[in-house]
C-alpha cells in the first residue's frame, strides 16, 4: 500500500501548479509531504482545524450529510482538500500558473 500511496502523490505533484501534497492523520500530524517538515506540519494543522469545522457544518445542516470535498482559494495559492475518516489529502496549487 505505502507503493501506491507514493505513486499516488507523484502523479497529484506532476500536475501543472502543484506546490504540494500533504497526507494528514486524524491527529492532525503530517505523515506524507512532499513539503518541508516546518510547512507541512503548518499546512497541516490549520487545514485540520479548517476541515473539522467545515464538517461540523455541513452536519448541523443535514445530520444525514458528510464533507467530502473542500477547496480554498486565495490570490496565490489554491488548497484542496479531501478528508476521509482517517486520513486528509491536502493538496496545494499556485493559482497563477
Given at each position: 500500500?505505502?507503493?501506491?500511496?507514493?505513486?499516488?502523490?507523484?502523479?497529484?505533484?506532476?500536475?501543472?501548479?502543484?506546490?504540494?501534497?500533504?497526507?494528514?492523520?486524524?491527529?492532525?500530524?503530517?505523515?506524507?509531504?512532499?513539503?518541508?517538515?516546518?510547512?507541512?506540519?503548518?499546512?497541516?494543522?490549520?487545514?485540520?482545524?479548517?476541515?473539522?469545522?467545515?464538517?461540523?457544518v455541513?452536519?448541523?445542516?443535514?445530520?444525514?450529510?458528510?464533507?467530502?470535498?473542500?477547496?480554498?482559494?486565495?490570490?496565490?495559492?489554491?488548497?484542496?482538500?479531501a478528508?476521509?475518516?482517517?486520513?486528509?489529502?491536502?493538496?496545494?496549487?499556485?493559482?497563477?500558473?
Open positions: 500500500m505505502a507503493t501506491e500511496v507514493e505513486e499516488t502523490i507523484k502523479r497529484i505533484q506532476a500536475h501543472k501548479g502543484v506546490m504540494g501534497v500533504v497526507i494528514v492523520n486524524h491527529e492532525g500530524i503530517p505523515i506524507k509531504s512532499s513539503l518541508d517538515n516546518a510547512t507541512s506540519v503548518l499546512y497541516s494543522g490549520l487545514i485540520s482545524q479548517l476541515t473539522e469545522k467545515a464538517r461540523n455541513v452536519r448541523e445542516m443535514d445530520s444525514t450529510n458528510e464533507l467530502t470535498f473542500l477547496r480554498v482559494r486565495s490570490r496565490r495559492h489554491e488548497i484542496l482538500i478528508p476521509d475518516r482517517e486520513f486528509i489529502l491536502i493538496v496545494i496549487q499556485n493559482t497563477s500558473d
